[in-house]
């Protein structure tokens, strides 16, 4: 069965700082990866995701994630925080498009002024 | 701008009460989601419907909890009777999907009810 673990249930930058969220999934299948966004008292919203098109890929506010199959791993970046980064970030998985999404769970970022 | 609707934002009832949670999705997704989030447990995928038929409630408790479709507008989640352990916000998501399946498919999540049970 897919599982997704992200490594740091907090991870704190300073704005304008690199933000690199860590996610590492384990499937017996070529996955689907996705990065979903959590701002406060709000549903989860897509930041991005990997259906097995370009290993690279970019999301929304500028941030993207890298597919490395030798790693599994799909870490999520953006090179410069900005404070309205500021949420609750998941990674998840699914094994196909027949099978259920799993969420990680959860990193919460904060931003540094 | 299309949206996931729930109904009520806020619950607040006493152990033993009927709660009932309402959930508008998207107009034209056949797809819906129940999804619990506590901090001890992160978010838990409760129960799913495609097309309006439940496709899997095993993450569900069955003698408390029920899950259902009355028509393409509304997704309903009942829990009866109410326990303290049952406090949590309570996110409904939609999708769009083909006949290959949804494993690919955004999900498209409402703002969620946040339930407190006493």
């Known amino acids: 069965a897919q599982s997704v673990t992200q490594l740091g249930s907090h991870v704190s930058v300073s704005e304008g700082a690199l933000v690199l969220l860590r996610c590492n999934y384990s499937?017996?299948?070529?996955?689907?990866l996705f990065w979903y966004v959590q701002y406060p008292n709000q549903g989860l919203q897509l930041l991005l995701k990997y259906t097995s098109a370009a290993t690279l890929v970019k999301g929304i506010n500028g941030f993207e994630a890298e597919f490395k199959k030798s790693e599994t791993s799909f870490h999520l970046t953006k090179p410069s925080a900005h404070m309205s980064d500021a949420a609750e970030y998941f990674c998840?998985?699914?094994?196909?498009?027949?099978?259920?999404?799993?969420f990680g769970s959860g990193t919460r970022l904060s931003i540094r002024p | 701008d299309a949206r996931v609707t729930q109904t009520p934002r806020h619950k607040v009832t006493e152990m033993g009460q009927e709660v009932t949670m309402r959930c508008q999705p998207i107009?034209?997704?056949?797809?819906v989601f129940w999804y619990r989030q506590t901090m001890m447990q992160g978010l838990e995928l409760l129960a799913y419907?495609?097309?309006?038929?439940?496709?899997?409630d095993s993450g569900m408790p069955k003698d408390r909890f029920s899950a259902e479709m009355p028509d393409a507008t509304l997704a309903t989640l009942k829990i009866q009777p109410s326990e303290p352990r049952d406090s949590a916000v309570y996110f409904c998501a939609s999708g769009l999907v083909g006949t290959g399946g949804f494993g690919k498919n955004i999900q498209y999540f409402g703002a969620g009810t946040r339930l407190s049970v006493l």
């Open positions: 419907f495609r097309n309006r038929a439940p496709l899997d």
């Open positions: 107009l034209g997704h056949n797809t």
């Open positions: 499937s017996s299948v070529p996955p689907y």
């Open positions: 998840a998985v699914s094994e196909g498009s027949a099978s259920k999404i799993i």
